[in-house]
Nanobody, 119 residues
Framework: QVQLVESGGGLVQAGGSLTLSCAAS????????MGWYRQAPGKQRELVAT???????KYADSVKGRFAISRDSAKNTVYLQMNSLKAEDTAVYYC?????????????WGQGTQVTVSS
């Protein structure tokens, strides 16, 4: 079982910045993709950004140019640098890790960290 510990959420004014971190531990064997998703009240969970084992990244259109995802594979940690935050970025942000086994993929989720952007 993989444990994901997120940190860095909080309250920030519009235009400000926050950095989220997520450290994975436990039964780690082959992490392929690490990423961040978010869920605002009354909305479905949506992809924010992902980064795979070769460093390729993917972003939601709504955060391109403002957010940057990175990872430290040696520490099994993924980061999300969030700049120029907007009120609509307010949500619970969830860390996600996908591991590749011999016959299947294994997905783990963090407990979520609240990001609130005041306008």
């Amino acid at each position: 079982q993989v444990q994901l510990v997120e940190s860095g959420g909080g309250l920030v004014q519009a235009g400000g910045s926050l950095t989220l971190s997520c450290a994975a531990s436990g039964s780690i064997f082959s992490i392929n993709v690490m990423g961040w998703y978010r869920q605002a009240p009354g909305k479905q969970r949506e992809l924010v950004a992902t980064i795979n084992s070769n460093g390729s990244t993917k972003y939601a259109d709504s955060v391109k140019g403002r957010f940057a995802i990175s990872r430290d594979s040696a520490k099994n940690t993924v980061y999300l640098q969030m700049n120029s935050l907007k009120a609509e970025d307010t949500a619970v942000y969830y860390c996600n890790v996908v591991q590749v086994g011999r016959f299947a993929e294994y997905t783990s989720w963090g407990q979520g960290t609240q990001v609130t952007v005041s306008s």
